[in-house]
């Protein structure tokens, strides 16, 4: 319950699962960098992300429907 300004959180980045800081420094949180933040803003204008949150009813297996 910490208010600290100068605390600091590293959390895992959303995009490429490395650490990124999650302080008011880092204008990319949660992401760790404008690259990671613009690659999954990507993501959802591709529509990936609608294809990813249809529930698996079948097997509950997703990678089948990944590409080799
Ligand atoms: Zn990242």
């Known amino acids: 319950m910490s208010r600290d300004p100068h605390a600091a959180r590293t ?3 959303p995009q490429c699962g490395g ?4 302080a ?3 204008p990319w949180r949660p992401f760790c960098s ?3 933040r613009s690659v999954d803003l ?3 204008a591709s529509e990936r992300y609608r294809v990813q949150a249809r529930p698996s009813i079948d ?3 997703d990678l089948t429907s990944l590409p080799h």
């Open 11 to 13: 959390v895992r980045c």
């Open 19 to 22: 650490d990124s800081r999650y």
């Open 24 to 26: 008011p420094d880092n």
């Open 34 to 36: 404008a690259r990671c």
């Open 42 to 44: 990507g993501a959802w």
């Open 59 to 61: 097997d509950g297996d």
